[in-house]
């Protein structure tokens, strides 16, 4: 198994513009979850999706940021427009969708907003 | 939400056990202790997980003490790589409707000396 996949490994986009993680998360996983990771926050959940339906974003910081689930082998997050205070390491994390189950982290995506 | 106390750093001398406390003095009854550790430029990975029971496999042991207000992660004999963050997680109440998200504190990184 090839575990969690997430793209780009690295981005770097200027102040404005809109940037698209991607994410895929393990096959026959039904739970997937974005994070975000900076030095003065640590690690942050965003939203995290059940069976593709977004359960909780309530930790999305903005309305520049969303999120979508179109099917159980892809999720994209969106931020339109980025900031320089954007910039992080985002990652995508699947599970098989039952409490308690563990999180299989990608390794992430850095985003880098000049 | 139960929230976790652990030291910020601990070294280890290689081959050595490595203890990891970690204090949940607020946990409730239902909530399990999880370990996750996390190594530099990585996504965090899943270590173990425990209710009230002593639990072991094969990266680690899980020890919760009687009145579960604490428990200690151990790393029978660590090694180079094994120098992380670590960070001890107390799932809140289950409340339905598939799996939730992680909420992470600051972790203790612990550092392994040769």
């Known amino acids: 198994d090839a575990g969690v996949i997430q793209s780009p490994r690295h981005e770097v986009t200027e102040m404005g513009q809109e940037v698209t993680l991607r994410c895929k998360p393990i096959?026959?996983?039904?739970?997937l979850f974005w994070y975000r990771q900076t030095m003065m926050r640590g690690l942050e959940l965003l939203i995290y999706?059940?069976?593709?339906?977004?359960?909780?974003d309530s930790g999305m910081p903005e309305d520049r940021f969303s999120a979508k689930m179109p099917n159980a082998s892809f999720s994209t997050l969106k931020i339109q427009p980025s900031e320089p205070r954007d910039s992080a390491v985002y990652f995508c994390?699947?599970?098989?969708?039952?409490?308690?189950?563990?999180?299989?982290f990608g390794p992430g995506t850095r985003l880098t907003v000049t | 939400d139960a929230k976790t106390t652990q030291p910020p750093s601990m070294d280890c001398a290689e081959g050595r056990a490595a203890n990891l406390p970690c204090n949940h003095s607020?946990?409730?009854?239902?909530?399990?202790v999880y370990w996750y550790r996390q190594i530099h430029s990585q996504g965090p990975q899943y270590i173990i997980h425990?209710?009230?029971n002593n639990e072991t496999n094969e990266m680690a042991s899980l020890i919760i003490t009687e009145d579960r207000k604490s428990s200690t992660l151990i790393l029978p004999h660590a090694t180079l790589r094994d120098t992380a963050v670590y960070y001890c997680?107390?799932?809140?109440?289950?409340?339905?409707?598939?799996?939730?998200?992680?909420?992470f504190g600051k972790g203790t990184h612990l550092i392994i000396q040769p």
């Open positions: 999706f059940n069976n593709n339906v977004p359960i909780d």
């Open positions: 607020t946990i409730s009854g239902n909530e399990y």
């Open positions: 997680i107390v799932r809140p109440p289950y409340s339905g409707g598939g799996a939730d998200g992680l909420t």
């Open positions: 994390a699947s599970s098989l969708g039952q409490p308690g189950d563990e999180q299989y």
């Open positions: 096959s026959g996983h039904n739970s």
């Open positions: 425990g209710l009230k």
